[in-house]
């Protein structure tokens, strides 16, 4: 009997593997890779052992052979290996249906290398995992893109040669066993700065009145005697009064705001102008990868890593287009797909009188895909999902459903309404307060999807509705009230909101951000308070050294032409080649990574370690962590820094605080087997005991021991 052949699907994920099965029929074989099957070695065992006395393999690059990788099968996915190449000598055709990009495109051909198939080879391609979808694109296959394939090796290389030749660099002059990292580095400085600006911080105070009217609204001052009361937008990110308004302002204290209240007791407003105007507001765009991730972030409280996670769920088992994207664009399909549902669930008068096309903004767009959205030719809406999908998943597809509908609905109408009011005091001061209002006339695409309103401290809502009034009309005050406040340091980065800054930097790729947020947070460099992204005093040494010796590499712009560079490559512009060799051995005079890191003499490791807090007190990050130094000598002074304490909290005062506390160092014997003082010390992970070595051993081969106080 002869053998049946069948065609070999490879995908990267077994869930994908199992649904694209089902579309495909008893003529595929369709099994995953689950991932990449090579990749540069990892550690030196990788390296296979005709190339460990070679020196570049120790990098995995072969620098003086056009950058030529050293690629290694991942030790756990020989065995896959194996059983593709057993399912290949049964198939009459290798079909890859890796996902379409850089990533995907080079996981296909990394297949194609290693498994060496003589048969014939298509690459399958598709947006979403819809029976429509994959049989369209089973009969529509290309040849693989070599231009994608090098942009994604160019990028391999570049990331390989960044941390491989700076991470030595930080291990000798700050701690052993840590990384720098081309788009890690730069994340990192970003959250650096934030706290520096809130170092420098300096609060400020004024105080603003609040006029509760009988009508239902509230009123906040406006002026007196003609000059501006003093608002959050007059005062700078320091903290202090903006240059320009300190002439034009009048700065409230405490005691001046109370006397304004009693003066003011008993006086009506009365209406002295008001403004109406019509307000248009358009929906936004469909998500992309990076929107999604803010706006789960914003909505939902979830972290990037988190939201990636679900939405592959998402797309693997059917629901949303492909996941990883810088697309604002829908197919003709999914926009008359969206505009039924619009129409369906709120009125034809809700859609937009036209299909709505997007343009993105994203400064380096990558390959174009669509925008995330529901799959397929018309959208369940997610009530008819919700026995189908978990929590979260439900969640997410919420928000991408929502957001798609809304992008081509019709826009939202607003009245907006701005009332002066005249009100006089006892002692003839003149104050106008101001009341703002505004009522939606025509919800629009806000009956689908409404956006966050942004957070005004000491600002009266914009969206709260005012009732109607007239002119010279006097209006009864039920109290007048005061309210101090001061300004706010910078907020911290969140994950949506590096994110955000990320990609308007036209930094990493919406595939990376998620990758980038959990790198830097595993290697020591960030915390999480909250939400809030936290950097450590190793970050700030780290960052410090590169700033200082390695300005360009951490550069925001040249970060994000690099971008743009990779971006020339996979569409055939630019050589990879060509590239690396301008990137590591430098052009145009100026110096390339290998001169950058070759000479550490130049680099002080005290230096980069030590910030100052006044002539006598600095803090100093040291290999288990940072601790406070007065003095030197034998006269110095010692005390570690909790953990706890974020960089913005550790002021003079609190650094006098913590290194005239009790060092908590106690006395608790001898130990008989090695004759040596056991103390009792408290360090940056809670107290602990440990031996005290003189500075030759009494004990030969006597050993350091060091246990927790409560062991």
């Not at 959250?191 to 509230?218: H, P, Q, Y």
């Not at 102008?273 to 019509?278: G, I």
């Not at 001169?595 to 288990?624: C, H, W």
Request: net charge negative; with cysteine; proline share 5%.
């Amino acid at each position: 009997m002869a053998r049946v052949l069948k065609k070999l699907v490879i995908v990267e994920s077994p869930a994908k593997a199992r649904k694209i099965g089902g579309y495909l029929g008893d003529d595929y074989i369709v099994e995953a890779s689950v991932g990449h099957i090579r990749d540069l070695p990892q550690r030196a065992a990788d390296i296979p052992k005709e190339y460990k006395k070679i020196a570049w393999a120790k990098e995995g690059v072969n620098i003086e052979e056009d950058f030529a990788p050293l690629y290694v099968i991942n030790p756990d996915k020989k065995a896959k290996v194996a059983e593709l190449k057993a399912l290949m000598k049964d198939a009459e055709e290798l079909i890859l249906a890796t996902d379409e990009d850089r990533e995907g495109e080079a996981i296909a051909w990394h297949l194609v290398e290693v498994l060496e198939p003589k048969i014939p080879i298509k690459r399958m391609v598709f947006n979403e995992i819809t029976k429509e979808a994959i049989q369209s694109a089973v009969e529509n296959t290309r040849d693989l893109d070599y231009d994608l394939i090098d942009a994604q090796e160019t990028r391999r290389v570049l990331d390989r040669l960044f941390g491989y030749r700076l991470s030595p660099v930080l291990w000798k002059k700050v701690m052993p066993r840590i990384s720098a990292g081309r788009v890690q580095s730069v994340a990192t400085r970003l959250i650096v700065e934030k706290e520096r600006e809130r170092m420098a911080f300096i609060s400020s105070a004024w105080w603003d009145l609040t006029a509760k009217c009988e009508l239902g609204f509230n009123a906040r001052l406006l002026s007196v005697d003609g000059k501006r009361v003093a608002t959050t937008a007059d005062f700078g990110a320091d903290g202090a009064v903006k240059e320009k308004s300190l002439a034009n302002i009048l700065l409230l204290d405490e005691s001046a705001a109370r006397s304004l209240v009693a003066a003011l007791k008993a006086a009506p407003l009365v209406v002295k102008s008001m403004e109406e105007s019509p307000r248009t507001e358009r929906p936004k765009p469909p998500f992309t990868t990076s929107t999604m991730q803010q706006d789960a972030g914003s909505r939902l409280g979830w972290g990037a890593q988190i939201t990636m996670r679900i939405a592959q769920r998402l797309y693997e088992n059917g629901y949303i287009t492909y996941m990883r994207t810088d697309s604002v664009n829908l197919s003709a399909q999914a926009i008359t797909a969206a505009r039924e549902s619009a129409k369906a669930l709120y009125g034809a008068d809700h859609v937009a009188d036209a299909p709505r096309v997007y343009v993105g903004k994203t400064k380096n767009a990558q390959e174009a895909h669509e925008a995330i959205r529901p799959a397929g030719e018309s959208f369940k809406t997610p009530g008819e999902l919700a026995p189908e999908l978990s929590r979260d998943e439900f969640a997410l597809y919420d928000l991408i459903w929502k957001r798609t509908v809304a992008s081509q609905m019709a826009d939202a109408k607003k009245m907006q309404m701005r009332v002066d009011f005249d009100a006089k005091t006892s002692d003839s001061r003149e104050t106008i307060f101001r009341a703002n209002g505004s009522v939606i006339t025509f919800p629009g695409f806000l009956a689908a999807y409404d956006d966050l309103a942004d957070e005004k401290e000491g600002e009266e809502s914009e969206d709260k509705r005012l009732p109607a009034m007239n002119v010279g009309q006097s209006v009864k005050v039920e109290e007048y009230s005061c309210e101090g406040h001061e300004t706010k340091p910078p907020a911290r980065y969140t994950e949506p909101t590096l994110v955000k800054k990320l990609e308007e930097l036209g930094i990493g790729r919406p595939s990376t951000f998620a990758s980038i947020i959990a790198t830097i947070q595993d290697r020591g460099y960030v915390s999480k308070r909250g939400r809030a992204l936290v950097p450590t005093f190793l970050a700030f040494s780290v960052t410090g050294l590169l700033e200082t010796h390695f300005t360009k590499l951490v550069d925001y712009e040249f970060t994000a032409s690099m971008e743009e560079d990779l971006d020339k490559i996979a569409s055939g512009q630019a050589k990879r080649v060509d590239w690396l060799r301008d990137f590591f051995y430098g052009h145009d005079g100026e110096p390339g990574l290998n001169e950058l890191s070759a000479d550490l003499g130049a680099i002080d490791a005290r230096e980069v370690n030590t910030m100052r807090l006044s002539p006598e007190i600095e803090i100093r990050v040291g290999r288990y962590g940072a601790y406070l130094q007065e003095g030197e000598g034998e006269t110095r002074k010692l005390a570690n820094v909790p953990e706890s304490l974020a960089p913005d909290e550790l002021t003079l005062a609190k650094a006098i605080e913590l290194l005239a506390a009790p060092s908590g160092e106690r006395d608790l014997g001898i130990d008989p087997a090695t004759n040596l003082p056991i103390i009792a010390k408290s360090g940056r992970f809670g107290p602990y005991v440990t031996e005290v070595f003189p500075v030759e051993p009494v004990v030969e081969g006597a050993k350091k021991k060091r246990k927790k106080a409560d062991d």
